[in-house]
Nanobody, 127 residues
Framework: QVHLAESGGGSVQAGGSLRLSCAHS????????MGWFRQAPGKEREGVAY???????TYTDAVKGRFTISKDNAKNTLYLDMNSLTPSDTALYYC?????????????????????WGQGTQVSVSA
């Protein structure tokens, strides 16, 4: 089990930027994936972006060109740089970690109880 803690959420106006961070404990398996997910009120959790052990990244279409996922292995921290934010980006943002062979199977569904999850950080974007 990986311990994860998100930070960096807040309230911004449309067009603004935020950087989310996810500090995590040491991951004990080599080929792991980490990702960002979000859940807006009344909606199901959805995948935003994920990064593989080899730094390959994947984004959902709604954030392509606006969000960038990255990680600093030396600091055990995952990041999500969010630019050109819109009200539709308002949600509770979670980070998650899992072995890549499993992560890629459930990524599109937005949730797996076999993965490790943080508590979430709120992002609110006003018009």
């Amino acid at each position: 089990q990986v311990h994860l803690a998100e930070s960096g959420g807040g309230s911004v106006q449309a067009g603004g930027s935020l950087r989310l961070s996810c500090a995590h404990s040491e991951v004990r398996y080599d080929r792991f994936c980490m990702g960002w997910f979000r859940q807006a009120p009344g909606k199901e959790r959805e995948g935003v972006a994920y990064i593989m052990y080899d730094a390959t990244t994947t984004y959902t279409d709604a954030v392509k060109g606006r969000f960038t996922i990255s990680k600093d292995n030396a600091k055990n921290t995952l990041y999500l740089d969010m630019n050109s934010l819109t009200p539709s980006d308002t949600a509770l943002y979670y980070c998650a970690a899992d072995a890549c062979w499993r992560f890629r199977r459930w990524w599109s569904s937005g949730f797996s109880d076999e993965a490790s999850w943080g508590q979430g950080t709120q992002v609110s974007v006003s018009a």
